[in-house]
Protein backbone atom coordinates (compact mmCIF):
# COMPACT_ATOMS: atom_id res chain seq x y z
CA UNK A 1 0.00 0.00 0.00
CA UNK A 2 2.94 2.42 0.72
CA UNK A 3 4.51 1.32 -2.30
CA UNK A 4 1.62 2.28 -4.29
CA UNK A 5 1.60 5.52 -2.43
CA UNK A 6 5.28 6.34 -2.97
CA UNK A 7 4.72 5.44 -7.23
CA UNK A 8 1.62 7.81 -6.95
CA UNK A 9 3.62 10.51 -5.71
CA UNK A 10 6.37 10.69 -7.92
CA UNK A 11 5.76 12.78 -10.91
CA UNK A 12 8.62 14.40 -12.57
CA UNK A 13 6.32 16.42 -15.12
CA UNK A 14 3.70 18.03 -12.67
CA UNK A 15 1.63 20.21 -14.57
CA UNK A 16 0.14 23.57 -14.20
CA UNK A 17 -3.32 24.52 -14.27
CA UNK A 18 -3.85 26.30 -17.67
CA UNK A 19 -5.67 29.00 -15.83
CA UNK A 20 -2.83 30.06 -13.46
CA UNK A 21 -0.39 30.87 -16.84
CA UNK A 22 -0.17 34.40 -18.45
CA UNK A 23 1.10 34.94 -21.84
CA UNK A 24 3.47 38.56 -21.99
CA UNK A 25 4.54 40.41 -25.22
CA UNK A 26 7.91 39.96 -23.19
CA UNK A 27 7.39 36.52 -22.67
CA UNK A 28 6.74 35.99 -26.57
CA UNK A 29 9.87 37.99 -27.07
CA UNK A 30 12.09 36.02 -25.07
CA UNK A 31 10.66 32.68 -26.44
CA UNK A 32 11.37 33.72 -30.12
CA UNK A 33 15.11 34.87 -28.60
CA UNK A 34 15.50 31.39 -26.94
CA UNK A 35 14.57 29.82 -30.23
CA UNK A 36 16.83 31.29 -32.37
CA UNK A 37 19.71 30.67 -30.25
CA UNK A 38 19.04 27.38 -30.30
CA UNK A 39 18.90 27.18 -33.78
CA UNK A 40 22.25 28.64 -34.37
CA UNK A 41 23.86 26.59 -31.84
CA UNK A 42 21.97 23.55 -33.67
CA UNK A 43 23.50 24.40 -36.38
CA UNK A 44 27.52 25.10 -35.40
CA UNK A 45 27.36 21.72 -33.85
CA UNK A 46 25.96 20.03 -36.75
CA UNK A 47 28.77 21.64 -38.75
CA UNK A 48 30.99 20.66 -36.12
CA UNK A 49 29.81 17.09 -35.94
CA UNK A 50 29.89 16.33 -39.55
CA UNK A 51 33.61 18.07 -40.43
CA UNK A 52 35.61 14.72 -39.88
CA UNK A 53 38.29 14.30 -37.29
CA UNK A 54 40.67 16.99 -36.19
CA UNK A 55 44.32 17.29 -35.68
CA UNK A 56 45.71 16.31 -32.17
CA UNK A 57 49.46 17.00 -31.18
CA UNK A 58 50.67 14.88 -28.00
CA UNK A 59 53.70 15.62 -26.37
CA UNK A 60 55.28 12.62 -24.36
CA UNK A 61 59.21 11.06 -24.22
CA UNK A 62 60.90 10.22 -27.21
CA UNK A 63 60.55 6.78 -26.69
CA UNK A 64 62.03 5.95 -30.43
CA UNK A 65 64.15 2.38 -30.53
CA UNK A 66 65.81 3.44 -33.13
CA UNK A 67 69.60 3.85 -32.58
CA UNK A 68 70.76 5.62 -35.83
CA UNK A 69 69.26 8.75 -37.31
CA UNK A 70 69.68 8.69 -41.29
CA UNK A 71 71.37 12.31 -42.58
CA UNK A 72 70.73 13.46 -45.93
CA UNK A 73 72.41 16.33 -47.33
CA UNK A 74 73.16 17.94 -50.91
CA UNK A 75 75.95 20.86 -50.02
CA UNK A 76 78.67 22.72 -52.56
CA UNK A 77 82.01 23.80 -51.32
CA UNK A 78 82.20 26.90 -53.45
CA UNK A 79 86.43 27.18 -53.09
CA UNK A 80 87.32 24.00 -52.41
CA UNK A 81 88.82 20.85 -54.35
CA UNK A 82 87.21 17.57 -54.50
CA UNK A 83 91.33 16.60 -53.83
CA UNK A 84 90.65 17.82 -49.98
CA UNK A 85 86.77 17.93 -49.49
CA UNK A 86 86.29 15.12 -46.58
CA UNK A 87 83.05 14.64 -44.45
CA UNK A 88 83.82 13.19 -41.07
CA UNK A 89 81.28 12.51 -38.51
CA UNK A 90 81.87 12.75 -34.85
CA UNK A 91 79.59 11.56 -31.90
CA UNK A 92 78.97 12.43 -28.33
CA UNK A 93 79.25 8.69 -27.35
CA UNK A 94 82.63 8.54 -28.52
CA UNK A 95 83.00 7.88 -32.21
CA UNK A 96 84.46 9.46 -34.66
CA UNK A 97 85.01 8.63 -38.51
CA UNK A 98 85.92 9.59 -41.70
CA UNK A 99 82.50 8.57 -44.00
CA UNK A 100 83.60 6.57 -46.81
CA UNK A 101 80.11 4.99 -47.70
CA UNK A 102 76.92 6.66 -49.28
CA UNK A 103 78.61 10.01 -50.07
CA UNK A 104 80.02 10.76 -53.68
CA UNK A 105 81.39 13.85 -54.63
CA UNK A 106 81.17 15.97 -57.81
CA UNK A 107 83.86 18.38 -59.02
CA UNK A 108 82.41 21.90 -60.54
CA UNK A 109 82.89 24.71 -62.21
CA UNK A 110 82.75 28.38 -61.89
CA UNK A 111 78.96 28.44 -62.80
CA UNK A 112 78.78 25.57 -60.62
CA UNK A 113 78.02 23.18 -63.01
CA UNK A 114 79.15 19.62 -62.22
CA UNK A 115 82.00 18.74 -64.64
CA UNK A 116 82.07 14.92 -63.77
CA UNK A 117 82.54 12.49 -61.08
CA UNK A 118 85.45 12.83 -58.47
CA UNK A 119 84.71 9.50 -56.43
CA UNK A 120 83.43 8.80 -53.03
CA UNK A 121 84.04 10.54 -50.03
CA UNK A 122 86.76 8.82 -48.46
CA UNK A 123 89.85 8.94 -46.99
CA UNK A 124 92.61 10.18 -49.95
CA UNK A 125 94.66 7.52 -51.79
CA UNK A 126 97.85 6.81 -49.55
CA UNK A 127 100.81 8.00 -52.26
CA UNK A 128 104.10 7.64 -52.04
CA UNK A 129 105.68 11.10 -50.72
CA UNK A 130 109.28 10.46 -51.57
CA UNK A 131 111.61 8.01 -53.42
CA UNK A 132 112.99 5.84 -51.63
CA UNK A 133 115.60 5.29 -54.11
CA UNK A 134 117.33 8.41 -53.16
CA UNK A 135 119.07 7.72 -50.84
CA UNK A 136 121.02 10.77 -50.28
CA UNK A 137 120.61 13.90 -47.76
CA UNK A 138 119.87 17.48 -49.44
CA UNK A 139 123.24 18.81 -47.89
CA UNK A 140 124.61 15.65 -49.81
CA UNK A 141 122.61 16.72 -53.30
CA UNK A 142 123.80 20.45 -52.48
CA UNK A 143 127.41 19.27 -52.65
CA UNK A 144 127.77 20.08 -56.31
CA UNK A 145 125.38 23.12 -56.86
CA UNK A 146 121.28 23.49 -56.06
CA UNK A 147 119.58 22.19 -58.97
CA UNK A 148 116.37 23.30 -58.10
CA UNK A 149 115.76 26.66 -58.69
CA UNK A 150 114.30 29.15 -55.84
CA UNK A 151 111.99 31.63 -57.28
CA UNK A 152 110.16 34.50 -56.31
CA UNK A 153 107.70 36.88 -57.57
CA UNK A 154 110.15 38.62 -60.31
CA UNK A 155 112.12 35.13 -61.36
CA UNK A 156 108.95 32.96 -61.56
CA UNK A 157 107.85 35.00 -64.52
CA UNK A 158 110.63 35.22 -66.40
CA UNK A 159 111.26 31.17 -65.96
CA UNK A 160 107.37 31.16 -67.32
CA UNK A 161 108.71 32.89 -70.51
CA UNK A 162 111.53 31.42 -70.76
CA UNK A 163 110.98 27.70 -70.66
CA UNK A 164 108.53 25.96 -72.24
CA UNK A 165 108.03 23.34 -69.33
CA UNK A 166 108.50 25.04 -65.72
CA UNK A 167 107.71 22.53 -62.66
CA UNK A 168 106.81 23.95 -59.83
CA UNK A 169 107.42 22.79 -55.74
CA UNK A 170 105.21 25.13 -54.00
CA UNK A 171 105.59 24.71 -50.17
CA UNK A 172 106.14 25.39 -46.69
CA UNK A 173 109.60 25.46 -44.52
CA UNK A 174 107.20 23.53 -41.68
CA UNK A 175 105.47 21.07 -43.85
CA UNK A 176 106.52 17.86 -42.78
CA UNK A 177 105.40 16.43 -46.20
CA UNK A 178 107.58 19.01 -48.02
CA UNK A 179 111.03 18.56 -46.00
CA UNK A 180 110.58 14.55 -46.90
CA UNK A 181 110.09 15.47 -50.68
CA UNK A 182 113.15 18.07 -50.72
CA UNK A 183 115.95 15.46 -51.54
CA UNK A 184 113.09 13.64 -54.50
CA UNK A 185 112.87 16.86 -55.90
CA UNK A 186 116.18 17.77 -56.32
CA UNK A 187 117.07 14.35 -57.54
CA UNK A 188 114.37 15.52 -60.37
CA UNK A 189 116.46 18.66 -60.96
CA UNK A 190 119.83 16.82 -61.50
CA UNK A 191 118.19 14.51 -63.83
CA UNK A 192 116.94 17.45 -65.75
CA UNK A 193 120.64 19.08 -65.65
CA UNK A 194 122.62 15.64 -66.83
CA UNK A 195 119.50 15.41 -69.66
CA UNK A 196 120.94 19.27 -70.54
CA UNK A 197 124.66 18.72 -69.70
CA UNK A 198 124.78 15.84 -72.46
CA UNK A 199 122.70 17.69 -74.90
CA UNK A 200 125.20 20.35 -74.80
CA UNK A 201 128.20 18.38 -75.00
CA UNK A 202 127.03 16.16 -78.05
CA UNK A 203 126.07 19.09 -80.10
CA UNK A 204 129.30 20.75 -79.12
CA UNK A 205 130.81 17.59 -80.08
CA UNK A 206 129.21 17.33 -83.35
CA UNK A 207 130.35 20.94 -84.15
CA UNK A 208 133.76 20.50 -82.72
CA UNK A 209 133.58 23.12 -80.43
CA UNK A 210 135.19 23.35 -76.58
CA UNK A 211 133.19 25.38 -74.01
CA UNK A 212 134.64 26.30 -70.93
CA UNK A 213 133.18 25.44 -67.18
CA UNK A 214 131.04 28.85 -67.31
CA UNK A 215 130.05 28.41 -70.67
CA UNK A 216 128.54 24.84 -70.11
CA UNK A 217 126.57 26.25 -67.06
CA UNK A 218 124.77 28.65 -68.87
CA UNK A 219 124.10 26.54 -71.95
CA UNK A 220 122.37 23.95 -69.76
CA UNK A 221 120.26 26.16 -68.27
CA UNK A 222 119.35 27.28 -71.59
CA UNK A 223 118.33 23.52 -72.76
CA UNK A 224 116.73 22.37 -69.74
CA UNK A 225 113.93 20.24 -70.85
CA UNK A 226 111.93 21.32 -67.85
CA UNK A 227 112.98 23.79 -65.46
CA UNK A 228 112.52 22.23 -62.44
CA UNK A 229 112.07 25.10 -59.64
CA UNK A 230 110.52 26.14 -55.91
CA UNK A 231 108.49 28.64 -54.20
CA UNK A 232 109.03 28.85 -50.54
CA UNK A 233 105.31 29.89 -49.56
CA UNK A 234 106.01 31.62 -45.79
CA UNK A 235 108.44 33.47 -47.42
CA UNK A 236 106.47 34.54 -50.76
CA UNK A 237 103.17 34.13 -49.34
CA UNK A 238 101.80 36.57 -52.04
CA UNK A 239 102.78 34.67 -55.08
CA UNK A 240 101.13 31.59 -54.05
CA UNK A 241 97.93 33.23 -53.24
CA UNK A 242 97.78 33.99 -56.61
CA UNK A 243 98.57 30.67 -57.21
CA UNK A 244 95.93 29.64 -55.26
CA UNK A 245 97.64 27.55 -53.74
CA UNK A 246 96.15 25.41 -50.45
CA UNK A 247 97.77 22.66 -49.78
CA UNK A 248 101.72 21.75 -49.21
CA UNK A 249 103.78 20.45 -51.10
CA UNK A 250 101.72 21.58 -54.17
CA UNK A 251 103.52 20.55 -57.46
CA UNK A 252 102.19 22.35 -60.50
CA UNK A 253 103.40 22.36 -64.51
CA UNK A 254 103.14 25.35 -66.20
CA UNK A 255 103.70 24.55 -70.30
CA UNK A 256 104.35 27.37 -72.57
CA UNK A 257 103.48 29.83 -69.89
CA UNK A 258 100.09 28.73 -69.06
CA UNK A 259 98.98 26.00 -66.13
CA UNK A 260 98.68 22.75 -67.16
CA UNK A 261 98.28 20.70 -64.11
CA UNK A 262 99.19 19.67 -60.34
CA UNK A 263 100.78 16.55 -60.21
CA UNK A 264 98.98 14.22 -57.07
CA UNK A 265 100.26 10.58 -58.20
CA UNK A 266 103.41 9.19 -56.69
CA UNK A 267 106.41 11.50 -55.47
CA UNK A 268 109.05 9.50 -57.16
CA UNK A 269 111.40 10.64 -59.87
CA UNK A 270 110.38 7.62 -62.75
CA UNK A 271 107.04 8.21 -62.50
CA UNK A 272 106.79 12.03 -62.08
CA UNK A 273 109.35 11.68 -65.92
CA UNK A 274 106.93 9.43 -67.12
CA UNK A 275 104.41 11.67 -66.68
CA UNK A 276 106.01 14.43 -68.01
CA UNK A 277 106.47 12.45 -71.08
CA UNK A 278 102.87 11.66 -71.12
CA UNK A 279 102.05 15.58 -70.91
CA UNK A 280 104.81 16.69 -74.12
CA UNK A 281 102.67 13.70 -75.97
CA UNK A 282 99.48 15.21 -75.01
CA UNK A 283 100.87 18.42 -76.24
CA UNK A 284 102.79 17.66 -79.18
CA UNK A 285 101.52 14.80 -80.45
CA UNK A 286 104.86 12.65 -80.13
CA UNK A 287 107.64 12.02 -76.95
CA UNK A 288 110.55 13.96 -77.68
CA UNK A 289 112.91 15.11 -74.96
CA UNK A 290 111.32 13.51 -72.57
CA UNK A 291 112.18 10.20 -73.68
CA UNK A 292 115.56 10.68 -73.36
CA UNK A 293 115.34 12.28 -69.79
CA UNK A 294 113.38 8.95 -68.78
CA UNK A 295 115.92 6.85 -69.76
CA UNK A 296 118.07 9.49 -67.75
CA UNK A 297 116.25 8.81 -64.68
CA UNK A 298 116.23 4.88 -65.50
CA UNK A 299 119.97 4.70 -65.26
CA UNK A 300 120.36 7.65 -62.55
CA UNK A 301 117.92 5.71 -60.25
CA UNK A 302 119.43 2.42 -61.62
CA UNK A 303 115.73 1.26 -62.46
CA UNK A 304 114.56 -0.15 -65.81
CA UNK A 305 110.91 0.82 -66.41
CA UNK A 306 110.48 2.31 -69.65
CA UNK A 307 107.79 4.12 -70.35
CA UNK A 308 105.72 1.34 -72.92
CA UNK A 309 105.99 -0.89 -69.65
CA UNK A 310 104.63 1.53 -67.43
CA UNK A 311 101.66 2.08 -69.75
CA UNK A 312 100.88 -1.65 -69.75
CA UNK A 313 98.77 -3.10 -66.78
CA UNK A 314 100.97 -5.49 -64.66
CA UNK A 315 100.14 -9.27 -65.46
CA UNK A 316 98.13 -11.13 -62.68
CA UNK A 317 100.69 -13.82 -61.16
CA UNK A 318 99.89 -17.24 -62.12
CA UNK A 319 100.32 -18.93 -58.67
CA UNK A 320 97.09 -17.92 -56.73
CA UNK A 321 97.16 -17.65 -52.88
CA UNK A 322 93.49 -17.59 -51.69
CA UNK A 323 94.67 -15.83 -48.87
CA UNK A 324 96.19 -13.19 -51.19
CA UNK A 325 99.81 -13.26 -49.12
CA UNK A 326 101.81 -15.03 -51.15
CA UNK A 327 105.29 -12.82 -52.20
CA UNK A 328 103.96 -12.65 -56.18
CA UNK A 329 100.39 -11.74 -55.47
CA UNK A 330 102.13 -8.51 -52.88
CA UNK A 331 104.25 -7.41 -55.79
CA UNK A 332 101.29 -7.79 -58.01
CA UNK A 333 98.93 -5.58 -55.29
CA UNK A 334 101.50 -2.92 -55.08
CA UNK A 335 102.15 -2.49 -58.88
CA UNK A 336 98.17 -2.17 -59.59
CA UNK A 337 98.38 0.33 -57.09
CA UNK A 338 101.01 2.44 -58.73
CA UNK A 339 99.46 1.86 -62.24
CA UNK A 340 96.14 3.03 -60.79
CA UNK A 341 97.43 6.48 -59.64
CA UNK A 342 99.20 6.36 -62.19
CA UNK A 343 96.45 6.21 -65.18
CA UNK A 344 94.27 8.67 -62.63
CA UNK A 345 96.78 11.31 -63.10
CA UNK A 346 96.82 11.31 -66.91
CA UNK A 347 93.21 11.13 -66.69
CA UNK A 348 93.01 14.21 -64.45
CA UNK A 349 91.32 16.84 -66.09
CA UNK A 350 92.22 20.02 -63.70
CA UNK A 351 89.30 23.04 -64.03
CA UNK A 352 90.47 26.63 -62.76
CA UNK A 353 87.65 26.32 -60.28
CA UNK A 354 87.92 24.31 -57.34
CA UNK A 355 84.16 23.57 -56.47
CA UNK A 356 82.71 20.10 -54.85
CA UNK A 357 79.52 19.20 -54.02
CA UNK A 358 78.74 16.20 -52.08
CA UNK A 359 75.66 14.37 -51.36
CA UNK A 360 74.56 11.62 -49.66
CA UNK A 361 73.38 10.52 -46.47
CA UNK A 362 75.26 9.73 -42.99
CA UNK A 363 74.12 7.61 -40.19
CA UNK A 364 74.50 9.05 -36.80
CA UNK A 365 74.07 8.22 -33.23
CA UNK A 366 70.46 8.75 -31.40
CA UNK A 367 73.07 11.56 -29.53
CA UNK A 368 74.38 14.77 -30.13
CA UNK A 369 77.47 14.99 -32.50
CA UNK A 370 78.32 16.90 -36.05
CA UNK A 371 79.20 16.46 -38.92
CA UNK A 372 81.71 18.47 -40.60
CA UNK A 373 83.33 19.37 -43.91
CA UNK A 374 87.25 20.29 -44.07
CA UNK A 375 89.64 20.40 -46.36
CA UNK A 376 92.15 17.39 -45.25
CA UNK A 377 95.11 15.67 -46.98
CA UNK A 378 97.48 12.83 -46.42
CA UNK A 379 100.40 13.52 -48.50
CA UNK A 380 99.28 17.29 -48.07
CA UNK A 381 99.82 20.11 -45.30
CA UNK A 382 96.59 22.24 -45.66
CA UNK A 383 97.01 25.94 -45.97
CA UNK A 384 94.56 27.42 -42.63
CA UNK A 385 94.59 30.68 -44.64
CA UNK A 386 93.97 29.50 -47.97
CA UNK A 387 91.17 27.43 -46.85
CA UNK A 388 87.32 29.31 -47.53
CA UNK A 389 85.07 26.81 -46.38
CA UNK A 390 81.43 28.71 -47.85
CA UNK A 391 78.66 26.66 -48.66
CA UNK A 392 75.74 26.44 -50.10
CA UNK A 393 72.47 23.72 -48.82
CA UNK A 394 71.08 22.39 -51.13
CA UNK A 395 69.26 19.76 -48.97
CA UNK A 396 69.48 18.86 -45.60
CA UNK A 397 67.02 16.87 -43.64
CA UNK A 398 66.91 14.20 -41.24
CA UNK A 399 65.22 10.63 -41.34
CA UNK A 400 64.01 8.39 -44.37
CA UNK A 401 63.65 10.72 -47.16
CA UNK A 402 60.06 8.70 -48.05
CA UNK A 403 57.97 10.47 -45.80
CA UNK A 404 58.11 13.68 -47.51
CA UNK A 405 56.54 12.29 -50.40
CA UNK A 406 53.72 10.69 -48.35
CA UNK A 407 53.50 14.72 -46.44
CA UNK A 408 52.90 16.16 -49.55
CA UNK A 409 50.49 13.97 -50.95
CA UNK A 410 48.67 14.80 -48.08
CA UNK A 411 48.91 10.52 -46.84
CA UNK A 412 49.06 12.21 -43.20
CA UNK A 413 47.80 15.02 -41.19
CA UNK A 414 50.41 17.68 -40.50
CA UNK A 415 50.07 21.30 -39.05
CA UNK A 416 50.46 24.59 -41.28
CA UNK A 417 54.25 24.82 -42.75
CA UNK A 418 55.40 21.53 -41.56
CA UNK A 419 57.42 20.95 -44.86
CA UNK A 420 58.73 23.63 -44.52
CA UNK A 421 60.10 22.60 -40.65
CA UNK A 422 61.48 19.23 -42.27
CA UNK A 423 64.53 20.94 -43.96
CA UNK A 424 65.05 24.83 -43.05
CA UNK A 425 68.03 25.32 -44.38
CA UNK A 426 67.66 24.41 -48.10
CA UNK A 427 68.73 26.65 -50.44
CA UNK A 428 70.46 29.11 -47.95
CA UNK A 429 74.01 30.38 -48.97
CA UNK A 430 76.69 30.51 -46.40
CA UNK A 431 79.61 32.69 -48.03
CA UNK A 432 82.95 33.48 -45.92
CA UNK A 433 84.49 36.55 -47.34
CA UNK A 434 87.14 37.30 -45.10
CA UNK A 435 90.02 34.24 -43.37
CA UNK A 436 90.18 31.98 -40.48
CA UNK A 437 85.66 31.61 -40.43
CA UNK A 438 83.58 30.01 -40.90
CA UNK A 439 79.65 29.10 -40.63
CA UNK A 440 78.75 26.85 -37.48
CA UNK A 441 75.34 25.10 -37.61
CA UNK A 442 72.93 24.20 -34.61
CA UNK A 443 70.66 22.05 -35.28
CA UNK A 444 67.65 20.84 -32.48
CA UNK A 445 66.02 17.70 -33.64
CA UNK A 446 62.82 16.71 -32.67
CA UNK A 447 61.38 13.04 -33.50
CA UNK A 448 57.80 13.73 -35.24
CA UNK A 449 55.14 10.59 -35.57
CA UNK A 450 52.29 10.15 -37.63
CA UNK A 451 49.25 8.04 -38.03
CA UNK A 452 50.52 5.33 -40.54
CA UNK A 453 47.65 5.44 -43.32
CA UNK A 454 48.03 2.01 -44.16
CA UNK A 455 47.70 0.27 -40.44
CA UNK A 456 46.07 0.75 -37.45
CA UNK A 457 48.78 -0.12 -34.71
CA UNK A 458 50.96 2.26 -33.03
CA UNK A 459 53.69 0.70 -33.42
CA UNK A 460 54.20 1.04 -36.92
CA UNK A 461 53.72 5.05 -36.93
CA UNK A 462 55.49 7.12 -39.30
CA UNK A 463 58.16 9.22 -38.18
CA UNK A 464 59.76 12.17 -39.69
CA UNK A 465 62.06 15.15 -38.00
CA UNK A 466 61.54 18.74 -37.56
CA UNK A 467 64.54 21.03 -36.51
CA UNK A 468 65.30 23.63 -35.86
CA UNK A 469 68.19 25.91 -37.55
CA UNK A 470 70.39 28.44 -36.31
CA UNK A 471 73.48 29.70 -37.65
CA UNK A 472 76.63 31.16 -35.99
CA UNK A 473 80.00 33.22 -37.70
CA UNK A 474 82.91 30.89 -35.63
CA UNK A 475 86.21 32.92 -35.76
CA UNK A 476 89.47 30.43 -35.68
CA UNK A 477 93.30 30.62 -35.04
CA UNK A 478 95.25 31.56 -37.74
CA UNK A 479 96.73 27.85 -37.63
CA UNK A 480 93.21 26.14 -37.01
CA UNK A 481 91.73 25.30 -40.42
CA UNK A 482 88.28 26.26 -40.69
CA UNK A 483 85.46 23.86 -41.36
CA UNK A 484 82.00 24.12 -42.29
CA UNK A 485 80.22 22.55 -38.82
CA UNK A 486 76.78 21.19 -38.61
CA UNK A 487 75.59 20.25 -34.72
CA UNK A 488 72.85 18.55 -34.21
CA UNK A 489 71.23 17.73 -30.79
CA UNK A 490 68.13 15.05 -30.37
CA UNK A 491 65.16 16.85 -28.41
CA UNK A 492 63.74 14.28 -25.98
CA UNK A 493 60.24 15.56 -26.47
CA UNK A 494 58.86 13.49 -29.43
CA UNK A 495 55.32 14.98 -30.74
CA UNK A 496 53.03 12.88 -31.78
CA UNK A 497 49.98 14.55 -34.74
CA UNK A 498 47.00 12.03 -34.73
CA UNK A 499 43.69 12.09 -35.97
CA UNK A 500 40.57 12.40 -33.27
CA UNK A 501 37.40 11.99 -34.32
CA UNK A 502 35.38 15.38 -32.51
CA UNK A 503 31.86 13.69 -31.70
CA UNK A 504 30.58 10.20 -31.43
CA UNK A 505 27.08 10.15 -32.68
CA UNK A 506 25.93 9.59 -29.09
CA UNK A 507 27.90 12.98 -27.79
CA UNK A 508 26.10 15.00 -30.46
CA UNK A 509 23.08 14.00 -29.25
CA UNK A 510 24.03 15.08 -25.66
CA UNK A 511 24.85 18.27 -26.92
CA UNK A 512 21.59 18.76 -28.58
CA UNK A 513 19.59 18.13 -25.44
CA UNK A 514 22.39 20.13 -23.76
CA UNK A 515 21.94 22.81 -26.06
CA UNK A 516 17.57 22.69 -25.94
CA UNK A 517 17.69 22.40 -22.49
CA UNK A 518 20.87 24.97 -21.43
CA UNK A 519 19.46 27.80 -23.53
CA UNK A 520 15.44 27.28 -21.79
CA UNK A 521 16.93 27.41 -18.70
CA UNK A 522 19.10 30.31 -19.14
CA UNK A 523 16.65 32.78 -20.93
CA UNK A 524 14.32 31.35 -18.45
CA UNK A 525 16.36 32.99 -15.98
CA UNK A 526 16.85 35.82 -18.00
CA UNK A 527 13.48 36.41 -17.98
CA UNK A 528 12.83 35.57 -14.25
CA UNK A 529 15.25 38.15 -13.33
CA UNK A 530 13.91 41.29 -16.04
CA UNK A 531 9.98 40.35 -14.81
CA UNK A 532 11.20 40.97 -10.64
CA UNK A 533 12.73 44.25 -11.59
CA UNK A 534 9.72 45.60 -13.70
CA UNK A 535 7.54 44.34 -11.01
CA UNK A 536 9.33 46.06 -7.99
CA UNK A 537 9.56 49.46 -10.15
CA UNK A 538 5.43 48.91 -10.49
CA UNK A 539 5.35 48.80 -6.78
Known amino acids: MASRRWAANLDMYRKVPVDLLEGTKRGSFMSYFALFIMFALFLAETRSFLSGPILVTDLSLDG ?83 DAMSLDATTFEFALEEYSFLFVDFYASWCSHCKALSPTWEALAEVMRIVAEDTVISESLEE ?87 NVA ?117 PPNFLETMNPMDGNVYVNPNEHEAFHHYLKIVTTEFDDPFTNTKKNNLQAYQLQSNSQLSFYRTDIIPEAKFSYDPSPISVYYRKKVKKRWYDYITSLMAIIGGTFTLVGMLEHSVHAMTSKKRR
Open 298 to 414: NEYMGTNETLTSMKEIPKTPQRHDPAGKSKEQVEWSEKMSKHRRRTEQLNRKDEDHPGCNLSGFLWVDRAPGNFHIQARSNSHDIAAHMTNVSHEVHHLSFGNPGIKYQVEKGLVTY
Open 208 to 294: GTQLTREQLEEAHKVRLPVMVAKVDCVMHEQLCRDQKISGYPTLRLFADGKFKADYLADREVIEMTHWLASVETELYGNVGIMELVH
Open 64 to 146: SKEKKIRVNFNITMMDMSCDYATVDLVSSLGTEQNVTQHVTKYKLDAEGVRKGYHGRNKNQKDIITSDTLVTETLDELHTNGE
